[in-house]
């Protein structure tokens, strides 16, 4: 294995097992309340989990928006940089997470009314969300920190902290559930418990393996780097919007078809997600090894840097392709149980297994772009391949049900790819 592949590998790997433990917090709750005796408490922390979900998703610019810019000061040698991004993202987390929690009763609200839950369902789900909001600046400080090392060139201590902040959850939620006897009052406690945890352990690994990052705060403040900071993330954000818009319409006109074919639509695009864990790998790496390259004024690495990341894309794209063409009904027996649901599955089965293939170009891409910080390409692609899905299922899905939106999916995902690839190339002339 080359040297390229080795740097790669060796931030794509934890980066890898950091996306596949990050779910099990959630999954972890889910479990713990599953056997207290009632399936509304199951119901309470899927909604919980979801509200979280929808919230923090919104800020993932704070990890994104990190990643390349520090990975670029590291690479020119700008070590004043690199600590003022430390602090800058920290600040801008910290402010967000308060604003998060002083506006928390009006944001339950808002996300209650929007997923629709009612009765006792919303009274849990409110309890859960009420206890956990006090974690927004924990969660959100991870996220800057995490894009920090990143940009680093570390993936291993999120690892790490990912990995504790696990078994620390599952330890000290069991506790509170059935050694004091707090029900969801504990688990919640629990996850916010496990959240500030993780947030100073991966402060302290930070400091400890690189220093306490020293900034002024005239710099920290500073107009033209706090310009660039907000034109990064608000393309990010913007960029984010669109996506969970195209999500939740998807799930959307799902459960508009009944609850088969949403569970159909639930249960193949989990092909999607399970990919996504090694795209994303792929796409971390781009982010801190382009950046780092493009810091540093090394064009001719940063473009062979680029042709490793698309090869590896390519080849795990194909690799996965073969396995869900080859498992077929064993790999959906797999996920479900359900003979109707398997039955109706194995129809849009095709769709689905496309996926890696038409997606892989955009999500490296994606990696490249906030390494080299063009998040204004980012933006665009996303645009016009929200325009695209949705101009898609407007004309096809009317005569084709769940096969246009199945279409329309799969050609915003090309549309991404095409669009990315095309603006790199042309740039990198």
């Keep these: 294995m080359s040297s390229r592949l ?3 590998a060796s931030l794509a790997i934890p980066a890898v097992v950091t996306n596949v433990t990050t779910p099990l917090l959630a999954l972890c709750d889910t479990a713990i309340v599953g056997h207290m005796g009632s399936a509304v408490y199951i119901a309470a922390i899927a909604v919980g989990g979801t509200m979280f979900n929808m919230l923090y998703w919104l800020f993932g610019f704070l990890r994104m928006g990190a990643s390349g810019t520090t990975a670029q000061a590291l690479g020119a040698g700008d070590k004043a940089g690199v600590n003022t991004i430390f602090h800058r993202g920290l600040l801008m987390a910290a402010a967000a997470g308060v604003m998060m929690i002083l506006l928390r009763g009006p944001l339950a609200s808002g996300l209650l ?11 849990l789900a409110a309890t859960y969300f009420g206890i956990c ?4 600046p924990a969660v959100l400080g991870t996220f800057a920190l995490t894009g920090w090392l990143l940009g680093m060139q570390n993936s291993r201590i999120p690892m790490w902290v990912s990995i504790f902040i696990n078994v620390f959850n599952i330890a000290l939620s069991l506790t509170l559930v059935y ?3 707090m029900g969801i009052r504990g688990v919640a406690t629990g996850t916010l418990c496990a959240q500030w945890a993780g947030f100073l352990l991966t402060a302290g690994a930070a400091i400890r393996r690189y220093g306490r990052p020293r900034a002024a705060w005239s710099a920290v403040i500073e107009r033209s780097g706090l310009k660039r900071f907000f034109r990064i993330n608000t393309d ?11 999500t939740l319409w998807f799930t959307r006109v ?3 078809q009944g609850d088969v074919m949403l569970a159909v639509n639930t249960l193949l695009m989990q092909l999607f997600t399970i990919f996504s864990y090694m795209k994303d790998g792929i796409a971390f790496a781009g982010e801190a090894l382009c950046g780092l390259n493009a810091g540093a004024g090394k064009r001719d690495e940063l473009r062979r840097t680029v042709r490793a990341l698309c090869l590896l894309g390519l080849v795990c794209s194909v690799l996965f392709t073969v396995i ?7 790999f959906l027996s797999l996920l479900s149980s359900d003979r109707e649901v398997v039955a109706r599955s194995e129809e849009y089965f095709g769709w689905a297994v496309s996926i890696p293939l038409v997606s892989v170009m955009a999500f490296v891409m994606d990696g490249v772009m906030i390494g080299l910080t063009r998040t204004r390409a980012m933006l665009a692609s996303m645009a016009i391949g929200a325009a695209v899905y949705f101009t898609l299922y407007a004309l096809l899905f009317p005569s084709m049900g ?18 990315l690839t095309g603006i790199y190339l042309y740039s990198s002339r």
């Design 113 to 123: 009314l929007l997923i629709d839950a009612e009765g006792e369902t919303r009274a």
């Design 6 to 8: 080795r740097k790669i």
């Design 133 to 136: 909001i006090w974690g927004a």
């Design 179 to 181: 050694g004091v006897g």
């Design 402 to 419: 769940n096969h246009g939106l199945w279409i329309a999916f799969l050609s915003y995902l090309l549309v991404r790819s095409l669009t």
């Design 254 to 256: 799902g459960a508009t």
């Design 236 to 246: 990010i954000f913007l960029r984010t919007v669109c996506l969970v818009a195209i």
């Design 324 to 330: 869900y063409f080859a498992g077929g009904d064993a």
